[in-house]
Protein backbone atom coordinates (compact mmCIF):
# COMPACT_ATOMS: atom_id res chain seq x y z
CA UNK A 1 0.00 0.00 0.00
CA UNK A 2 0.98 3.52 0.13
CA UNK A 3 3.40 4.60 2.90
CA UNK A 4 3.35 9.17 2.41
CA UNK A 5 5.55 9.57 5.36
CA UNK A 6 7.98 6.53 4.80
CA UNK A 7 11.89 7.66 4.19
CA UNK A 8 12.05 7.62 0.70
CA UNK A 9 14.20 9.07 -2.22
CA UNK A 10 11.66 11.64 -3.73
CA UNK A 11 12.29 14.38 -6.32
CA UNK A 12 13.47 17.02 -3.89
CA UNK A 13 16.03 14.67 -2.93
CA UNK A 14 17.09 13.99 -6.08
CA UNK A 15 17.30 17.58 -6.49
CA UNK A 16 19.39 18.19 -3.17
CA UNK A 17 21.54 15.31 -4.60
CA UNK A 18 22.56 16.82 -7.82
CA UNK A 19 23.10 19.87 -5.87
CA UNK A 20 25.80 17.39 -3.38
CA UNK A 21 26.70 15.87 -7.36
CA UNK A 22 28.07 19.29 -8.22
CA UNK A 23 29.25 19.78 -4.97
CA UNK A 24 31.16 16.56 -5.39
CA UNK A 25 32.60 17.63 -8.71
CA UNK A 26 34.23 20.63 -7.64
CA UNK A 27 35.88 17.94 -5.21
CA UNK A 28 36.66 16.40 -7.55
CA UNK A 29 34.58 12.99 -8.27
CA UNK A 30 33.17 13.73 -11.88
CA UNK A 31 29.89 11.64 -11.34
CA UNK A 32 26.92 13.34 -9.94
CA UNK A 33 25.36 9.74 -9.60
CA UNK A 34 28.10 8.65 -7.30
CA UNK A 35 26.44 10.40 -4.63
CA UNK A 36 22.96 8.73 -4.93
CA UNK A 37 22.77 7.24 -1.98
CA UNK A 38 22.25 3.69 -3.56
CA UNK A 39 25.06 3.30 -5.51
CA UNK A 40 24.48 -0.40 -6.27
CA UNK A 41 21.25 -0.23 -8.10
CA UNK A 42 22.43 1.67 -11.01
CA UNK A 43 23.17 -0.34 -14.20
CA UNK A 44 23.14 -3.71 -12.65
CA UNK A 45 19.63 -5.57 -13.60
CA UNK A 46 18.86 -6.26 -16.81
CA UNK A 47 16.12 -4.33 -18.95
CA UNK A 48 13.39 -5.99 -18.17
CA UNK A 49 11.16 -6.89 -21.44
CA UNK A 50 7.66 -6.81 -20.55
CA UNK A 51 6.06 -10.27 -21.42
CA UNK A 52 3.33 -10.17 -24.76
CA UNK A 53 0.10 -10.91 -23.38
CA UNK A 54 -1.30 -13.93 -25.02
CA UNK A 55 -5.38 -14.14 -25.97
CA UNK A 56 -7.41 -16.47 -24.46
CA UNK A 57 -9.22 -17.08 -27.44
CA UNK A 58 -9.25 -16.17 -31.31
CA UNK A 59 -12.63 -16.38 -32.96
CA UNK A 60 -14.16 -14.12 -35.74
CA UNK A 61 -14.41 -11.27 -33.58
CA UNK A 62 -10.98 -11.01 -32.88
CA UNK A 63 -8.53 -11.77 -30.17
CA UNK A 64 -10.00 -11.71 -26.96
CA UNK A 65 -7.73 -11.18 -23.48
CA UNK A 66 -8.32 -11.57 -19.81
CA UNK A 67 -6.62 -8.73 -17.65
CA UNK A 68 -6.96 -8.53 -14.20
CA UNK A 69 -6.56 -5.73 -11.91
CA UNK A 70 -4.99 -6.67 -8.75
CA UNK A 71 -2.53 -6.11 -5.91
CA UNK A 72 0.66 -8.32 -6.13
CA UNK A 73 4.01 -8.84 -4.80
CA UNK A 74 6.87 -7.35 -7.71
CA UNK A 75 10.68 -6.88 -7.02
CA UNK A 76 11.82 -3.35 -7.73
CA UNK A 77 14.78 -3.37 -5.59
CA UNK A 78 17.09 -6.02 -5.00
CA UNK A 79 15.78 -7.98 -1.67
CA UNK A 80 12.77 -6.09 -1.35
CA UNK A 81 9.13 -6.69 -2.05
CA UNK A 82 6.77 -3.80 -3.81
CA UNK A 83 3.33 -3.47 -3.66
CA UNK A 84 2.15 -2.92 -6.40
CA UNK A 85 -1.66 -1.94 -8.45
CA UNK A 86 -0.91 -4.91 -11.78
CA UNK A 87 -2.23 -5.73 -14.79
CA UNK A 88 -2.01 -9.59 -14.59
CA UNK A 89 0.23 -9.35 -11.42
CA UNK A 90 3.14 -7.77 -13.84
CA UNK A 91 4.99 -4.16 -13.02
CA UNK A 92 4.43 -2.79 -15.57
CA UNK A 93 1.52 -4.91 -17.68
CA UNK A 94 2.08 -7.28 -20.50
CA UNK A 95 2.30 -6.09 -23.95
CA UNK A 96 -1.27 -6.50 -26.39
CA UNK A 97 0.64 -6.92 -29.57
CA UNK A 98 -2.53 -6.64 -31.73
CA UNK A 99 -2.44 -6.66 -35.39
CA UNK A 100 -4.51 -3.92 -37.89
CA UNK A 101 -7.28 -5.18 -39.21
CA UNK A 102 -8.11 -7.59 -36.08
CA UNK A 103 -9.74 -6.29 -32.73
CA UNK A 104 -8.89 -6.63 -29.42
CA UNK A 105 -11.64 -7.79 -27.14
CA UNK A 106 -10.17 -7.41 -23.75
CA UNK A 107 -12.04 -8.77 -20.62
CA UNK A 108 -10.98 -6.44 -16.97
CA UNK A 109 -11.57 -7.56 -13.97
CA UNK A 110 -11.13 -5.39 -11.08
CA UNK A 111 -9.84 -7.01 -7.71
CA UNK A 112 -7.90 -3.83 -6.55
CA UNK A 113 -9.92 -2.34 -3.56
CA UNK A 114 -10.51 1.56 -5.96
CA UNK A 115 -12.21 2.41 -8.81
CA UNK A 116 -10.19 1.95 -12.48
CA UNK A 117 -10.78 2.62 -16.02
CA UNK A 118 -8.48 1.47 -18.49
CA UNK A 119 -7.63 3.90 -21.44
CA UNK A 120 -5.94 2.49 -24.32
CA UNK A 121 -3.66 5.66 -25.36
CA UNK A 122 -3.11 6.47 -29.10
CA UNK A 123 -6.37 4.18 -29.92
CA UNK A 124 -8.81 4.75 -32.55
CA UNK A 125 -11.75 3.25 -30.37
CA UNK A 126 -15.77 3.59 -29.98
CA UNK A 127 -16.50 6.37 -27.42
CA UNK A 128 -18.24 3.17 -25.17
CA UNK A 129 -14.74 1.56 -25.21
CA UNK A 130 -12.20 4.53 -24.76
CA UNK A 131 -11.91 4.91 -20.61
CA UNK A 132 -13.89 7.96 -20.01
CA UNK A 133 -13.19 8.96 -16.68
CA UNK A 134 -16.53 7.91 -14.74
CA UNK A 135 -16.73 4.76 -17.37
CA UNK A 136 -15.55 3.12 -13.68
CA UNK A 137 -14.99 -0.59 -13.76
CA UNK A 138 -16.29 -1.28 -9.90
CA UNK A 139 -14.14 -2.48 -7.43
CA UNK A 140 -14.53 -5.88 -5.75
CA UNK A 141 -15.84 -4.65 -2.49
CA UNK A 142 -17.97 -2.19 -3.58
CA UNK A 143 -18.93 0.28 -0.40
CA UNK A 144 -19.77 3.72 0.14
CA UNK A 145 -15.73 5.05 -0.26
CA UNK A 146 -15.53 3.60 -3.83
CA UNK A 147 -18.78 5.26 -4.67
CA UNK A 148 -17.47 8.86 -3.43
CA UNK A 149 -14.65 8.13 -5.63
CA UNK A 150 -16.53 8.17 -8.75
CA UNK A 151 -17.58 11.44 -8.56
CA UNK A 152 -21.02 13.28 -9.66
CA UNK A 153 -22.27 12.32 -12.63
CA UNK A 154 -21.70 8.63 -12.35
CA UNK A 155 -24.81 6.22 -12.15
CA UNK A 156 -23.40 3.69 -9.72
CA UNK A 157 -26.84 1.68 -9.78
CA UNK A 158 -26.84 1.23 -13.68
CA UNK A 159 -22.99 1.11 -12.91
CA UNK A 160 -23.42 -2.37 -10.42
CA UNK A 161 -26.13 -3.72 -12.45
CA UNK A 162 -24.35 -3.47 -16.04
CA UNK A 163 -20.86 -3.74 -15.48
CA UNK A 164 -20.31 -4.32 -11.76
CA UNK A 165 -16.26 -5.27 -11.57
CA UNK A 166 -16.28 -6.20 -14.89
CA UNK A 167 -15.92 -4.66 -18.26
CA UNK A 168 -14.88 -5.57 -21.93
CA UNK A 169 -13.33 -3.22 -23.58
CA UNK A 170 -13.25 -3.35 -27.70
CA UNK A 171 -10.05 -1.94 -29.52
CA UNK A 172 -10.94 -2.39 -33.30
CA UNK A 173 -7.25 -1.66 -34.53
CA UNK A 174 -8.70 -0.34 -37.28
CA UNK A 175 -5.17 1.72 -37.60
CA UNK A 176 -1.85 2.30 -38.96
CA UNK A 177 0.76 0.10 -36.79
CA UNK A 178 2.19 2.30 -33.74
CA UNK A 179 3.47 1.82 -29.93
CA UNK A 180 0.36 2.91 -28.21
CA UNK A 181 0.02 2.10 -24.24
CA UNK A 182 -2.83 1.01 -22.36
CA UNK A 183 -3.40 2.67 -18.48
CA UNK A 184 -5.56 4.18 -16.18
CA UNK A 185 -7.87 6.87 -16.59
CA UNK A 186 -10.11 6.75 -13.63
CA UNK A 187 -11.84 10.23 -12.13
CA UNK A 188 -9.65 11.84 -10.12
CA UNK A 189 -7.61 8.54 -9.33
CA UNK A 190 -5.81 8.04 -13.05
CA UNK A 191 -2.42 9.42 -11.22
CA UNK A 192 -2.22 7.47 -8.53
CA UNK A 193 -3.21 3.87 -10.09
CA UNK A 194 -0.80 4.68 -12.66
CA UNK A 195 1.45 5.34 -10.51
CA UNK A 196 0.88 2.01 -8.56
CA UNK A 197 1.24 -0.01 -12.10
CA UNK A 198 -1.14 -0.06 -13.88
CA UNK A 199 0.32 1.00 -17.03
CA UNK A 200 1.31 -1.25 -20.17
CA UNK A 201 2.56 -1.40 -23.83
CA UNK A 202 -0.05 -1.66 -26.28
CA UNK A 203 1.88 -2.25 -30.37
CA UNK A 204 0.33 -2.53 -33.01
CA UNK A 205 1.18 -4.32 -36.53
CA UNK A 206 0.82 -3.92 -39.90
CA UNK A 207 2.22 -5.41 -43.33
CA UNK A 208 3.11 -1.79 -44.17
CA UNK A 209 5.39 -2.07 -41.20
CA UNK A 210 5.89 -5.51 -41.89
CA UNK A 211 7.60 -4.82 -45.10
CA UNK A 212 9.80 -2.49 -44.10
CA UNK A 213 13.87 -4.26 -43.29
CA UNK A 214 13.74 -2.29 -39.77
CA UNK A 215 15.27 -4.43 -37.18
CA UNK A 216 12.77 -6.83 -35.26
CA UNK A 217 12.36 -9.60 -32.71
CA UNK A 218 15.28 -9.14 -29.82
CA UNK A 219 16.67 -6.24 -31.73
CA UNK A 220 12.40 -4.28 -31.26
CA UNK A 221 12.58 -3.52 -27.73
CA UNK A 222 10.13 -1.58 -26.14
CA UNK A 223 11.12 1.15 -23.42
CA UNK A 224 8.99 2.65 -21.32
CA UNK A 225 10.36 5.32 -18.72
CA UNK A 226 9.19 6.76 -15.43
CA UNK A 227 10.30 7.70 -12.12
CA UNK A 228 8.83 6.63 -8.99
CA UNK A 229 9.60 7.18 -5.54
CA UNK A 230 9.83 4.33 -2.86
CA UNK A 231 10.43 3.70 0.73
CA UNK A 232 13.08 2.38 2.65
CA UNK A 233 10.85 -0.69 2.87
CA UNK A 234 10.46 -0.70 -1.10
CA UNK A 235 7.15 0.60 -1.13
CA UNK A 236 6.11 2.70 -4.00
CA UNK A 237 5.18 5.97 -2.28
CA UNK A 238 2.81 8.05 -4.06
CA UNK A 239 2.71 12.04 -3.68
CA UNK A 240 0.56 14.37 -5.69
CA UNK A 241 2.76 17.28 -4.72
CA UNK A 242 -0.18 19.80 -4.33
CA UNK A 243 -1.16 18.17 -7.43
CA UNK A 244 1.83 20.15 -9.17
CA UNK A 245 2.66 16.11 -9.91
CA UNK A 246 3.39 12.79 -8.76
CA UNK A 247 7.47 12.00 -9.54
CA UNK A 248 10.39 9.80 -7.59
CA UNK A 249 14.15 10.33 -7.79
CA UNK A 250 14.00 6.45 -9.18
CA UNK A 251 14.57 6.12 -12.66
CA UNK A 252 12.75 3.31 -13.54
CA UNK A 253 12.85 2.00 -17.10
CA UNK A 254 9.95 -1.52 -17.97
CA UNK A 255 9.73 -1.26 -13.91
CA UNK A 256 14.03 -1.37 -13.41
CA UNK A 257 15.75 1.13 -11.94
CA UNK A 258 18.59 2.33 -14.44
CA UNK A 259 18.66 -1.48 -16.16
CA UNK A 260 21.26 -2.39 -18.24
CA UNK A 261 21.15 -3.98 -21.85
CA UNK A 262 23.47 -5.71 -23.94
CA UNK A 263 23.38 -5.12 -27.60
CA UNK A 264 25.02 -6.70 -30.29
CA UNK A 265 26.85 -4.58 -32.87
CA UNK A 266 24.11 -4.13 -34.92
CA UNK A 267 20.71 -1.63 -35.49
CA UNK A 268 17.87 -1.83 -32.86
CA UNK A 269 14.49 -0.08 -32.63
CA UNK A 270 13.95 1.45 -29.65
CA UNK A 271 10.20 2.28 -28.81
CA UNK A 272 10.63 5.28 -26.27
CA UNK A 273 7.49 5.92 -24.28
CA UNK A 274 7.52 9.04 -21.20
CA UNK A 275 5.21 7.07 -19.14
CA UNK A 276 5.94 9.21 -16.45
CA UNK A 277 3.29 11.10 -14.37
CA UNK A 278 4.46 14.91 -14.41
CA UNK A 279 8.16 14.37 -15.87
CA UNK A 280 9.36 15.22 -19.65
CA UNK A 281 12.44 14.15 -20.86
CA UNK A 282 15.09 15.11 -23.51
CA UNK A 283 17.37 11.74 -24.47
CA UNK A 284 20.25 11.55 -25.30
CA UNK A 285 22.98 9.39 -26.31
CA UNK A 286 26.58 8.98 -24.92
CA UNK A 287 28.96 9.71 -27.22
CA UNK A 288 26.92 11.74 -29.21
CA UNK A 289 25.58 8.48 -30.71
CA UNK A 290 22.89 10.16 -32.97
CA UNK A 291 18.87 8.34 -33.08
CA UNK A 292 17.03 7.67 -36.14
CA UNK A 293 13.49 8.40 -35.57
CA UNK A 294 11.31 6.48 -37.37
CA UNK A 295 7.97 6.92 -35.80
CA UNK A 296 5.82 9.09 -33.28
CA UNK A 297 2.78 8.79 -31.48
CA UNK A 298 0.92 7.60 -34.69
CA UNK A 299 3.44 5.22 -36.01
CA UNK A 300 5.93 5.57 -39.18
CA UNK A 301 7.16 9.09 -40.81
CA UNK A 302 7.22 9.14 -44.46
CA UNK A 303 11.33 9.10 -43.84
CA UNK A 304 13.47 8.77 -40.98
CA UNK A 305 15.01 12.12 -38.91
CA UNK A 306 18.46 12.39 -37.45
CA UNK A 307 18.70 13.71 -34.18
CA UNK A 308 21.16 14.12 -31.38
CA UNK A 309 18.38 14.69 -28.76
CA UNK A 310 15.19 13.26 -28.28
CA UNK A 311 11.93 15.97 -26.35
CA UNK A 312 9.99 13.31 -24.88
CA UNK A 313 6.86 15.04 -23.45
CA UNK A 314 4.27 12.89 -20.89
CA UNK A 315 2.61 10.12 -23.38
CA UNK A 316 4.84 10.96 -26.18
CA UNK A 317 6.18 7.89 -27.73
CA UNK A 318 9.19 8.36 -30.08
CA UNK A 319 10.41 5.13 -31.89
CA UNK A 320 14.15 5.16 -33.40
CA UNK A 321 16.78 3.35 -34.51
CA UNK A 322 20.21 3.42 -33.01
CA UNK A 323 23.26 1.82 -34.97
CA UNK A 324 26.15 0.44 -32.40
CA UNK A 325 27.79 -1.36 -35.26
CA UNK A 326 30.27 1.61 -34.97
CA UNK A 327 30.81 0.52 -31.12
CA UNK A 328 33.60 -0.99 -29.44
CA UNK A 329 33.19 -4.40 -27.73
CA UNK A 330 32.77 -3.53 -24.15
CA UNK A 331 32.00 0.27 -24.96
CA UNK A 332 29.36 1.23 -22.58
CA UNK A 333 26.44 3.84 -23.73
CA UNK A 334 24.57 5.63 -21.12
CA UNK A 335 21.14 7.20 -21.89
CA UNK A 336 20.84 10.46 -21.05
CA UNK A 337 17.90 12.45 -19.43
CA UNK A 338 18.86 15.75 -20.06
CA UNK A 339 16.43 17.54 -18.12
CA UNK A 340 16.82 15.35 -15.24
CA UNK A 341 18.93 16.72 -11.99
CA UNK A 342 21.31 14.14 -10.34
CA UNK A 343 20.02 10.40 -10.61
CA UNK A 344 17.47 11.63 -13.28
CA UNK A 345 20.27 12.82 -15.74
CA UNK A 346 20.50 8.79 -16.12
CA UNK A 347 18.36 6.62 -17.87
CA UNK A 348 19.66 2.90 -18.52
CA UNK A 349 22.72 1.88 -20.04
CA UNK A 350 23.75 0.22 -23.34
CA UNK A 351 26.79 -2.72 -23.15
CA UNK A 352 27.94 -3.55 -26.10
CA UNK A 353 29.00 -6.92 -26.55
CA UNK A 354 31.07 -9.44 -29.10
CA UNK A 355 32.70 -8.70 -32.62
CA UNK A 356 31.07 -7.22 -35.81
CA UNK A 357 27.53 -8.83 -36.82
CA UNK A 358 25.87 -9.34 -40.49
CA UNK A 359 23.05 -6.89 -39.77
CA UNK A 360 20.74 -7.10 -42.84
CA UNK A 361 18.22 -3.92 -41.27
CA UNK A 362 18.13 -0.93 -43.26
CA UNK A 363 16.55 2.12 -42.63
CA UNK A 364 14.63 3.37 -45.44
CA UNK A 365 14.68 6.66 -47.01
CA UNK A 366 10.93 6.45 -47.47
CA UNK A 367 9.30 5.05 -44.43
CA UNK A 368 5.15 5.85 -45.64
CA UNK A 369 3.26 8.15 -47.15
CA UNK A 370 1.54 10.78 -44.65
CA UNK A 371 -1.70 12.70 -45.53
CA UNK A 372 -1.08 16.40 -44.82
CA UNK A 373 -4.02 17.90 -44.00
CA UNK A 374 -4.61 21.31 -45.23
CA UNK A 375 -5.19 24.33 -43.14
CA UNK A 376 -7.48 25.47 -46.33
CA UNK A 377 -9.88 22.32 -44.91
CA UNK A 378 -9.85 23.06 -42.23
CA UNK A 379 -14.22 24.28 -41.36
CA UNK A 380 -13.45 25.40 -37.68
CA UNK A 381 -10.59 26.76 -34.95
CA UNK A 382 -10.72 26.39 -31.51
CA UNK A 383 -8.78 27.70 -28.60
CA UNK A 384 -8.17 26.03 -25.55
CA UNK A 385 -5.79 27.55 -22.73
CA UNK A 386 -4.26 25.53 -20.25
CA UNK A 387 -4.29 27.28 -17.02
CA UNK A 388 -4.97 27.23 -12.92
CA UNK A 389 -7.61 28.96 -10.80
CA UNK A 390 -7.23 29.69 -6.91
CA UNK A 391 -9.20 27.16 -4.65
CA UNK A 392 -9.69 27.26 -1.31
CA UNK A 393 -8.14 24.41 -0.03
CA UNK A 394 -5.78 23.02 2.82
CA UNK A 395 -3.11 22.14 0.76
CA UNK A 396 -0.74 24.13 -1.35
CA UNK A 397 -0.45 25.44 -3.68
CA UNK A 398 -4.43 26.26 -3.13
CA UNK A 399 -5.77 25.58 -7.10
CA UNK A 400 -7.48 23.88 -9.40
CA UNK A 401 -5.98 23.31 -12.84
CA UNK A 402 -8.60 24.38 -15.92
CA UNK A 403 -8.88 24.04 -19.49
CA UNK A 404 -10.50 27.45 -20.66
CA UNK A 405 -10.74 28.65 -16.94
CA UNK A 406 -13.26 25.87 -16.11
CA UNK A 407 -12.72 22.69 -14.62
CA UNK A 408 -13.66 19.24 -15.76
CA UNK A 409 -17.44 18.61 -16.06
CA UNK A 410 -18.00 15.41 -16.98
CA UNK A 411 -21.95 15.97 -18.26
CA UNK A 412 -20.50 19.53 -19.54
CA UNK A 413 -19.54 19.20 -23.55
CA UNK A 414 -16.88 21.69 -24.23
CA UNK A 415 -16.54 21.17 -28.28
CA UNK A 416 -18.88 19.17 -30.39
CA UNK A 417 -17.07 18.63 -33.91
CA UNK A 418 -18.86 17.21 -36.55
CA UNK A 419 -17.92 13.60 -37.96
CA UNK A 420 -15.69 13.94 -41.14
CA UNK A 421 -14.49 17.58 -39.77
CA UNK A 422 -11.09 18.85 -40.04
CA UNK A 423 -10.38 21.20 -37.25
CA UNK A 424 -7.70 23.83 -36.15
CA UNK A 425 -7.33 23.27 -32.48
CA UNK A 426 -4.80 25.94 -30.78
CA UNK A 427 -3.17 25.07 -27.20
CA UNK A 428 -2.01 27.91 -25.25
CA UNK A 429 -0.91 28.49 -21.99
CA UNK A 430 -2.48 31.16 -18.95
CA UNK A 431 0.25 32.63 -17.60
CA UNK A 432 0.80 30.84 -14.29
CA UNK A 433 3.32 31.06 -11.59
CA UNK A 434 4.60 27.59 -12.67
CA UNK A 435 7.08 28.38 -15.35
CA UNK A 436 9.07 24.89 -15.32
CA UNK A 437 5.74 23.16 -15.61
CA UNK A 438 4.85 21.08 -18.94
CA UNK A 439 1.30 20.81 -19.93
CA UNK A 440 0.62 18.51 -22.61
CA UNK A 441 -2.31 18.32 -24.29
CA UNK A 442 -3.64 14.90 -25.31
CA UNK A 443 -6.08 14.39 -27.38
CA UNK A 444 -8.63 11.20 -27.65
CA UNK A 445 -9.81 9.30 -30.59
CA UNK A 446 -8.12 11.08 -33.32
CA UNK A 447 -4.64 11.69 -34.06
CA UNK A 448 -3.47 15.29 -35.39
CA UNK A 449 -0.44 17.03 -37.31
CA UNK A 450 1.75 19.82 -35.57
CA UNK A 451 1.32 23.06 -37.73
CA UNK A 452 3.28 25.14 -35.36
CA UNK A 453 5.07 25.77 -32.75
CA UNK A 454 5.25 29.48 -31.27
CA UNK A 455 4.17 30.55 -35.21
CA UNK A 456 7.31 28.54 -36.23
CA UNK A 457 7.25 25.24 -37.89
CA UNK A 458 6.70 21.84 -35.57
CA UNK A 459 9.99 20.73 -34.22
CA UNK A 460 11.85 17.90 -35.96
CA UNK A 461 10.73 15.24 -33.52
CA UNK A 462 6.84 16.25 -34.02
CA UNK A 463 6.32 15.29 -37.49
CA UNK A 464 3.81 13.30 -39.04
CA UNK A 465 0.91 11.91 -36.88
CA UNK A 466 0.77 12.80 -33.16
CA UNK A 467 -1.55 12.72 -30.35
CA UNK A 468 0.22 14.54 -27.22
CA UNK A 469 2.31 17.23 -27.70
CA UNK A 470 4.57 19.24 -25.25
CA UNK A 471 3.27 22.64 -24.41
CA UNK A 472 6.10 24.48 -21.95
CA UNK A 473 5.84 28.03 -20.37
CA UNK A 474 5.00 30.58 -23.06
CA UNK A 475 4.41 28.22 -25.76
CA UNK A 476 1.46 27.82 -28.16
CA UNK A 477 1.35 24.83 -30.29
CA UNK A 478 -1.42 24.54 -33.43
CA UNK A 479 -2.59 21.53 -34.50
CA UNK A 480 -5.11 20.05 -37.24
CA UNK A 481 -7.14 16.97 -37.23
CA UNK A 482 -9.93 14.88 -38.77
CA UNK A 483 -12.71 13.77 -36.07
CA UNK A 484 -13.68 10.74 -38.03
CA UNK A 485 -13.83 7.10 -36.98
CA UNK A 486 -16.95 7.12 -34.22
CA UNK A 487 -18.76 9.74 -32.48
CA UNK A 488 -19.67 10.16 -28.95
CA UNK A 489 -17.77 11.69 -25.70
CA UNK A 490 -14.01 12.36 -25.66
CA UNK A 491 -11.66 13.87 -24.17
CA UNK A 492 -8.70 16.67 -24.39
CA UNK A 493 -6.49 17.09 -21.55
CA UNK A 494 -3.15 17.42 -20.20
CA UNK A 495 -1.21 14.91 -19.51
CA UNK A 496 0.57 15.84 -16.48
CA UNK A 497 -2.03 12.86 -14.80
CA UNK A 498 -2.37 14.88 -11.51
CA UNK A 499 -3.44 17.76 -13.57
CA UNK A 500 -5.50 15.81 -15.64
CA UNK A 501 -7.15 14.14 -12.23
CA UNK A 502 -7.63 17.78 -11.06
CA UNK A 503 -9.46 18.61 -12.96
CA UNK A 504 -7.54 19.89 -16.55
CA UNK A 505 -9.90 18.38 -18.63
CA UNK A 506 -12.45 18.80 -21.36
CA UNK A 507 -15.16 16.41 -23.13
CA UNK A 508 -15.51 16.67 -26.73
CA UNK A 509 -18.38 15.03 -28.44
CA UNK A 510 -17.76 14.06 -31.91
CA UNK A 511 -21.43 14.49 -33.33
CU1 LIG B 1 -0.86 20.16 -16.99
Given at each position: ?????????????????????????????????????????????????????????????????????????????????????????????????????????????????????????????????????????????????????????????????????????????????????????????????????????????????????????????????????????????????????????????????????????????????????????????????????????????????TLRTLPLAMAERAEVIVDFA????????????????????????????????????????????????????????????????????????????????????????????????????????????????????????????????????PLPHEGGWKDTAALEFDQSV??????????????????????????????????
Open positions: MIHPHDPAISRRDALILSVLGAAATVGGCVSTGATFASPGLRFRRDLPIPPVLAPSRIDASGAHYEIEQREAKVTILPGLETTAWTYNGIFPGPTIRAKRGIPTIVRCTNKLDTITVVHLHGGRVPSESDGFPTDVILPKNFDGLAASLCGPGTDLSKLQATVGNTRTYIYPNDQRAATLWYHDHCMGGAGRNTYMGLVGFYIIDDDEDGRLPLPRGDHDIPVMIFTRRLSSSGELVYEHDGHMGAGGGMMLVNGAPWPRLAVERRKYRLRFLNADNSEPLELALEGDLPFTQIATDGGLLDAPVACQEGQSIVLRNLRGNGPLSEVMRFDVFGGPVRDRSEIPRTLSRIERLRQEDAVRTREFVFGAKPYLALRFPPIYWTVNGKRFDAERVDAAPRHGDIEIWKFSRQKTIFPTICHPPHVHLVNFQVLERDGKPTVIMRFDGYRGRYLLHCHNLEHEDHDMMARFDVV
